[in-house]
């Protein structure tokens, strides 16, 4: 276990309160442009650009630094299909009954069904796994701490910084996602969490109207 050994902080930059503000309206209306994107071009996107949006995830807080995540960025055809198979046929139990009314029911504005072609098409799959078990050095075999958290931050920096670098994603979370931890040939100590498709929109791509609402800051927050 290594003690606590304080550093001076690096790095931080403040800015004065116009400037503040500036960026932060500047952040907003380059975030606020991203969308889900469901149809999703075959071309090629640069294997350095996800690389760096990866290292963008990975600096996201964690859990007692532990950094309890694991992103397996699949671009191999073959194991594209095989992820589209497993995960349609997920997705049929879903449409044909696993789903309740309701659910379905809410699902209808966003057009949603059981073929997943994008899951081929994109040039990037990253499932993205949750480590149970690690710790920070490799080899490590401890307890991770609020895993589902720590996961949950790191997976909005990669989505915020590929949507940065100027390409669509798409949150897919079949349920039961156990078919990534074999086919991405995963150990049993980490849950798949997400799949996130990574590409360009393919030409004429739309976006479901339900998705452009989104509730005003005066229903999203309470300041005391």
Same mark, same amino acid.
């Given at each position: ?40 071009? $075959? ?13 963008? !995830?990975? @600096?996201?807080?964690? +859990? ?5 995540? *694991?992103? !397996?960025?699949?671009?191999?055809? !073959?194991?594209? $299909? ?10 049929? @139990?879903?449409?044909? $009954? ?36 690690? $710790? ?32 669509? %994603?798409? %949150? *897919? @979370? ?24 990574? +590409?360009?929109?393919?030409? +004429?791509?739309?976006?479901?109207? *339900?998705? @452009? ?12």
């Amino acid at each position: 276990m290594t003690d606590y050994q304080p550093i001076p902080l690096e790095g931080f930059r403040e800015y004065p309160q116009d400037e503040m503000r500036a960026r932060a309206e500047a952040f907003y209306g380059e975030i606020k442009r991203r969308h889900t994107v469901r149809q999703i071009s $075959g071309r090629p996107v640069s294997r350095e650009v996800i690389e760096a949006c990866l290292r963008a !995830a990975g @600096t996201a807080p964690s +859990g007692a630094n532990h950094q309890p995540w *694991h992103f !397996a960025v699949i671009s191999d055809p !073959a194991i594209k $299909g095989k992820v589209r198979a497993a995960a349609e046929e997920e997705e049929r @139990t879903f449409y044909a $009954g696993r789903a309740s009314e309701d659910w379905l029911e809410a699902l209808k504005p966003l057009g949603t069904d059981e073929n997943k072609p994008y899951l081929e098409a994109a040039p990037y799959l990253i499932a993205i796994f949750g480590q149970r078990r690690g $710790g920070i050095e490799p080899g490590e075999n401890v307890k991770n701490y609020y895993v589902t958290e720590s996961v949950g931050i790191a997976t909005g920096f990669l989505i915020a910084a590929l949507h940065h670098a100027g390409l669509a %994603t798409l %949150t *897919h @979370t079949p349920a039961p996602m156990n078919f990534l931890t074999e086919i991405c040939g995963r150990p049993s100590t980490e849950k798949p969490f997400l799949l996130l498709v990574v +590409g360009y929109p393919a030409e +004429g791509a739309t976006i479901p109207v *339900h998705a @452009t609402i989104k509730k005003p800051l005066e229903q999203i927050t309470s300041w005391l």
